[in-house]
């Protein structure tokens, strides 16, 4: 198939990698020159307008930073689809700003799925993320094979929104989880537990997490980890911040009582807002190692 790929950041530029090595061909667009450059030197065709990238394709997958640049994006490029061409978006965004995105698509004569993603960076090269899709199920038949060389699992959620509702449920434990790690990991570090113990004994244990077993903050036991590498994302802070305000509005729209999940966004907001956005959000180890003298 032909697939247009707007975003080559850090989770759509190995995205975009792996759709070219499974056959696909790929026109992509991104703003940013070093985003353009790696995505060439995988096989990339890249285009210099978000519009030139969707013309004359079967799907179009943007991968953007957030739902107000998904919704630019949809009215910049949509009457430049041809008819009927398969919108994804694996941003995570807003349920009513995917379901928006949905409404702008079908009026333009296009079809939708919203497709958000867990798995991180290491997921996206290795092309096993989890995919949490939106939709019809004959619209996700029909984008099997675009989601298949990017993907370890592909789970229908139900209809438009509802791949973002999961995702933000996800993300929610996430954070709640990497703070616990951390809370844990400097506990034992201070007891003279050593990181690589700490790991051996808890990544096999029932404390086992994505946070700790593929995430760990602490460098050493996981080498692909972003402690290894002075927290250089990987998953960035500002982007998790984003989705734990996006999950604050959910549990409050809800009304759902969520006393530990409002304290960790809270914890995550600060950190943020006081420069640490750009770091992976393991890095909030480096908070909770700063609170105790
Ligand atoms: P990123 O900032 O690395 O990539 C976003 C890219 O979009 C950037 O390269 C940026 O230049 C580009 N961009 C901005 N405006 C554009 C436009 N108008 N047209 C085309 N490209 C444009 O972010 P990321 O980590 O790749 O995350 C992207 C999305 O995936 C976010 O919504 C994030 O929440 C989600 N996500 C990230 C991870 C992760 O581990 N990084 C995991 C799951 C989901």
Excluded at 45 to 70: C, F, H, Q
Excluded at 196 to 204: L, P
Excluded at 251 to 265: C, N, Q, W
Aim: net charge negative.
């Amino acid at each position: 198939m032909k697939i247009g790929f707007l975003g080559l950041g850090n989770m759509g530029g190995p995205m975009a990698a792996n759709l070219v090595k499974g056959g696909h061909r790929v026109v992509g667009f991104d703003p940013v020159e070093s985003a353009q450059v790696a995505a060439g030197e995988h096989g990339v065709e890249v285009v210099d307008a978000p519009s030139a990238a969707v013309a004359d394709v079967d799907a179009v997958i943007t991968m953007l930073p957030n739902g107000a640049l998904v919704l630019a994006t949809y009215d910049e490029v949509l009457a430049a689809a041809r008819p009927g061409t398969l919108f994804i978006d694996s941003s995570t965004i807003a349920v009513d700003d995917a379901r928006q995105a949905s409404a702008r698509a079908d009026a333009a004569g296009h079809r939708f799925l919203d497709a958000p993603v867990s798995g991180g960076v290491v997921g996206a090269e290795a092309g096993s993320l989890t995919f949490m899709v939106g939709g019809t199920e004959e619209d996700l038949e029909a984008a099997r094979p675009v989601f298949e060389p990017m993907a370890g699992r592909i789970v229908h959620c139900g209809e438009t929104g509802n791949g973002q509702v999961a995702k933000l449920c996800n993300n929610l434990i996430l954070a709640i989880s990497m703070v616990g790690v951390s809370e844990a990991a400097v506990m034992g570090e201070r007891l003279g537990l050593s990181h690589q113990a700490f790991y051996d004994v808890i990544s096999t244990s029932a404390g086992q997490c994505w946070a700790l077993n593929v995430n760990c903050p602490v460098p050493g036991p996981v080498p692909t980890s972003p402690a290894n590498r002075d927290f250089a994302p990987g998953f960035a802070t500002a982007l998790m911040n984003k989705d734990l305000g996006l999950a604050m509005a959910a549990l409050e729209s809800t009304g759902t009582d969520a006393p530990v999940g409002t304290l960790v966004a809270d914890l995550y907001r600060a950190f943020s807002e006081g420069g640490a956005g750009g770091l992976d959000f393991s890095a909030i180890i480096n908070r909770v190692r700063q609170e105790v003298a």
